[in-house]
């Protein structure tokens, strides 16, 4: 059964929902025609129905036990918002023009985070298609949006979304979704679309009128935990289930990133996440179309991409904290909160090695051992970042990167992000070193809860030693203030931090050595003393070895073994930098200079006899 309004052609249309406790269900018709049509009941609490006739907007509520209306917890399309009538969408009408598309596979993934409504003046998937060029020009060759799930208002972050199937009004509805997912395949751009199913927002939330969406056994940041092993919990399962499988097939998505897996709570023996990936693999195989799922999880536990073998839910990948938290303390010398655990270049060595820094040592921020061991665990798992939208928007302020730190580090965190041996994530506005903050926004219609939702923020920044005024979330003008400046890569600096970020990911793209996640083929060395750090990645006869100088001053570094050609400096006045010290070409003994926060990419010339980890010999050394 396909649950919500499916539209079946000629007129005709099928109601299905999951009602387990009411006593009669009927469609009330809105248009085209006003009328009530009774619901069957057919087993396990679901009710269904059809009618005929049917053309236009089909726009609906349904009646539960002949007393209230709601729209369907299933609704393809809210048009009017989150508390009026839900409408039927013809998905077989739409003229898909993707059928040549053929997904990269996720290893070879460069994603660019984006949020629609900020993205762009227009604030919509339009507005996104217009910019689509300019990503793929870059070197991107994915993007991942921001939840579009029917949120009330028009601003939003996403994560409260209360219609899990309907696409966003204000950005433009499904068939804006659908045009955007089209304009990306026809550029070779894959899609992943972050979805929530840890928690439903608290404004337009009526799905507990039809059944026990939620539950009280747990409880999570957000309120109630969604039921997913509680009584009734088959259907609560089911629903999340086809609303996964539904982006996959009605807008062609090529992959979902779950939010806060964390927040999923489920002792049941068979997990709803292993389900899931069970399900997702199926419908992958029946359709022949890679469809990945991608957890984020505040658990550092590789149960979540580990096979089913070794107890794991196979998920395909996870993002990466660890590595984010690393390089942010690196960068900022930031100790507060969960960056307390952080802050040496061994911790970021150990980031590039394993993906998780925490794999059962103590924390002491959390005051208890932490993570698990990522051994075994494919390094294409792991997405890493130096910024995304939590890290920039749960800041009081809503600071980027780019106005914590110097443009030189900046350039420096692309080069370890974009060489690291795991897939890379670029959050918008990062490739051309954007200053606007990212902040939290909404826009619920409630005054009373828009009040709430500013007074819980206070509270929560002042509880953790922030000081000052944060910025009021139900303000347009905190929305406004989030939007990047796009004119700002037309600057002199803004559009060299581009055309660095587009070198990097062409070198990522063309060198062997680069091109695929791989921590085994990797040598990580660190000089904690003068703030060095290498990394030695190398495939077949290609070697490639970045050197990071994560001081404010000049350091130098001799190189130990074989002969290395530059082929990409940070310092070079073409790069906006100071002027670059080291040569072109170096050979083993030789010392370069490095300024501060330069990182370089040399590529060695000769080829190696010996497999590069069978030589004992560190790449470099500090000078004596």
């Given at each position: 059964?396909?649950?919500?309004?499916?539209?079946?052609?000629g007129?005709?249309?099928?109601?299905?929902?999951?009602?387990?406790?009411?006593?009669?269900?009927?469609?009330?018709?809105?248009?085209?025609?006003k009328?009530?049509?009774?619901?069957?009941?057919?087993?396990n609490?679901?009710?269904?129905?059809?009618?005929?006739?049917l053309?236009?907007?089909i726009?609906?509520?349904?009646?539960?036990?002949?007393?209230?209306?709601?729209?369907?917890?299933?609704?393809?399309?809210?048009?009017?918002?989150?508390?009026?009538?839900?409408?039927?969408?013809?998905h077989?009408?739409?003229?898909?023009?993707?059928d040549?598309?053929?997904?990269?596979?996720?290893?070879?993934?460069?994603?660019?985070?984006?949020?629609?409504?900020?993205?762009?003046?227009?604030?919509?998937?339009?507005?996104?298609?217009?910019?689509?060029?300019?990503?793929?020009?870059?070197?991107?060759?994915?993007?991942?949006?921001?939840?579009?799930?029917?949120?009330?208002?028009?601003?939003?972050?996403g994560?409260?979304g209360?219609?899990?199937?309907?696409?966003?009004?204000?950005y433009?509805?499904?068939?804006?979704?659908?045009?955007?997912?089209?304009?990306?395949?026809?550029?070779?751009?894959?899609?992943?679309?972050?979805?929530?199913?840890?928690?439903?927002?608290?404004?337009?939330?009526?799905?507990?009128?039809?059944?026990?969406?939620c539950?009280?056994k747990?409880?999570?940041?957000?309120?109630?935990a969604?039921?997913?092993?509680?009584e009734?919990?088959?259907?609560?399962?089911?629903?999340f289930?086809?609303?996964?499988?539904?982006?996959?097939?009605?807008?062609?998505v090529?992959?979902?990133?779950?939010?806060a897996?964390?927040?999923?709570?489920?002792m049941?023996?068979?997990?709803f996440?292993?389900e899931?990936?069970?399900?997702?693999?199926?419908?992958?195989?029946?359709?022949?179309?890679?469809?990945?799922?991608?957890?984020?999880?505040?658990?550092?536990?590789?149960?979540?991409?580990?096979?089913?073998?070794?107890g794991?839910?196979?998920?395909?990948?996870?993002?990466?904290?660890?590595?984010?938290?690393?390089?942010?303390?690196?960068?900022?010398?930031?100790?507060?909160?969960?960056?307390?655990?952080?802050?040496?270049?061994?911790?970021?060595?150990?980031?590039?090695?394993?993906?998780?820094i925490f794999?059962?040592?103590?924390?002491?921020?959390?005051?208890?051992r932490?993570?698990?061991?990522?051994?075994?665990?494919?390094?294409?798992?792991?997405?890493?970042?130096?910024?995304?939208?939590?890290?920039?928007g749960?800041?009081?302020?809503?600071?980027?990167?780019?106005?914590?730190?110097?443009?030189?580090?900046?350039?420096?965190?692309?080069?370890?992000?974009?060489?690291?041996?795991?897939?890379?994530?670029?959050?918008?506005?990062?490739e051309?070193?954007?200053?606007?903050p990212?902040?939290?926004?909404v826009?619920?219609?409630?005054?009373e809860?828009?009040g709430?939702?500013?007074?819980?923020?206070?509270?929560?920044?002042?509880?953790?030693?922030?000081r000052?005024?944060?910025?009021?979330?139900?303000?347009e003008?905190?929305?406004?203030?989030?939007?990047?400046?796009?004119?700002?890569?037309?600057?002199?600096r803004?559009?060299?931090?581009?055309?660095?970020?587009?070198e990097?990911?062409?070198?990522?793209?063309?060198?062997?050595?680069?091109r695929?996640?791989?921590?085994?083929?990797?040598?990580?060395?660190?000089?904690?003393?003068?703030?060095?750090?290498?990394?030695?990645?190398?495939?077949?006869?290609n070697?490639?070895?970045?050197?990071?100088?994560?001081?404010?001053?000049?350091?130098?570094?001799?190189?130990?073994?074989?002969k290395?050609?530059?082929?990409?400096?940070?310092?070079?006045?073409?790069?906006?930098?100071?002027?670059?010290?080291?040569?072109?070409?170096?050979?083993?003994?030789?010392?370069?200079?490095?300024?501060?926060?330069?990182?370089?990419?040399?590529?060695?010339?000769?080829?190696?006899?010996?497999?590069?980890?069978?030589?004992?010999?560190p790449?470099?050394?500090r000078?004596?």
């Amino acid at each position: 059964m396909y649950l919500g309004g499916e539209y079946l052609g000629g007129g005709s249309c099928r109601f299905t929902v999951w009602a387990p406790f009411a006593q009669s269900i009927a469609v009330s018709l809105v248009s085209p025609k006003k009328s009530l049509i009774p619901l069957a009941a057919t087993g396990n609490g679901y009710w269904t129905g059809s009618a005929a006739n049917l053309h236009g907007d089909i726009l609906y509520y349904y009646h539960i036990n002949g007393r209230t209306s709601r729209p369907d917890p299933a609704s393809d399309f809210q048009p009017l918002g989150v508390h009026n009538h839900s409408q039927v969408i013809d998905h077989l009408a739409f003229q898909w023009q993707d059928d040549d598309f053929r997904c990269l596979p996720l290893e070879q993934w460069i994603i660019y985070e984006l949020h629609v409504g900020a993205f762009t003046p227009e604030g919509s998937f339009d507005g996104v298609i217009a910019r689509l060029d300019e990503l793929a020009r870059l070197g991107i060759n994915a993007i991942e949006l921001m939840p579009v799930a029917q949120f009330p208002g028009s601003r939003n972050w996403g994560y409260d979304g209360v219609h899990p199937f309907a696409v966003q009004n204000t950005y433009g509805g499904p068939d804006g979704l659908k045009r955007l997912v089209n304009e990306c395949h026809r550029r070779k751009l894959a899609v992943i679309l972050d979805v929530v199913y840890n928690h439903l927002g608290p404004e337009g939330n009526y799905l507990n009128d039809f059944g026990p969406y939620c539950t009280k056994k747990y409880s999570t940041p957000w309120g109630d935990a969604i039921n997913f092993d509680d009584e009734f919990s088959d259907g609560v399962r089911r629903f999340f289930m086809e609303n996964a499988l539904r982006w996959f097939s009605n807008y062609h998505v090529d992959g979902l990133r779950i939010d806060a897996i964390h927040g999923i709570i489920d002792m049941s023996a068979i997990p709803f996440l292993r389900e899931l990936a069970d399900d997702v693999r199926i419908f992958s195989a029946a359709n022949n179309k890679p469809c990945y799922l991608i957890a984020e999880s505040d658990l550092n536990d590789t149960k979540i991409v580990r096979p089913h073998t070794e107890g794991g839910y196979a998920l395909d990948a996870q993002w990466c904290d660890d590595f984010h938290h690393a390089l942010h303390t690196l960068l900022t010398s930031e100790k507060t909160g969960y960056y307390s655990d952080y802050g040496s270049l061994d911790n970021l060595a150990a980031a590039l090695r394993g993906g998780f820094i925490f794999s059962g040592q103590y924390s002491t921020f959390r005051k208890r051992r932490f993570g698990n061991s990522t051994a075994g665990v494919s390094a294409s798992r792991f997405i890493v970042f130096s910024q995304n939208h939590d890290q920039a928007g749960n800041r009081m302020n809503g600071e980027r990167l780019a106005a914590l730190t110097s443009f030189e580090a900046l350039k420096l965190c692309a080069g370890i992000v974009l060489c690291a041996p795991y897939i890379p994530l670029i959050f918008m506005g990062e490739e051309y070193a954007e200053q606007s903050p990212f902040l939290y926004f909404v826009s619920h219609i409630d005054p009373e809860l828009a009040g709430a939702v500013s007074r819980g923020r206070r509270a929560e920044f002042k509880a953790a030693g922030w000081r000052g005024e944060p910025p009021d979330p139900s303000a347009e003008s905190t929305f406004m203030a989030s939007k990047p400046d796009w004119n700002l890569r037309a600057q002199p600096r803004n559009a060299a931090m581009s055309g660095f970020y587009r070198e990097l990911l062409r070198l990522r793209k063309s060198l062997p050595a680069l091109r695929l996640p791989d921590n085994c083929n990797l040598e990580v060395t660190t000089y904690e003393y003068d703030r060095l750090l290498t990394i030695k990645r190398w495939r077949g006869d290609n070697t490639v070895l970045c050197i990071a100088n994560f001081s404010n001053t000049a350091a130098t570094i001799k190189m130990q073994q074989g002969k290395w050609n530059k082929i990409l400096d940070s310092a070079e006045m073409r790069w906006h930098g100071p002027g670059a010290s080291a040569p072109d070409a170096i050979t083993a003994g030789e010392i370069i200079t490095m300024p501060a926060h330069n990182f370089i990419i040399f590529e060695e010339l000769s080829v190696r006899l010996t497999p590069p980890h069978l030589n004992p010999l560190p790449v470099g050394e500090r000078k004596q």
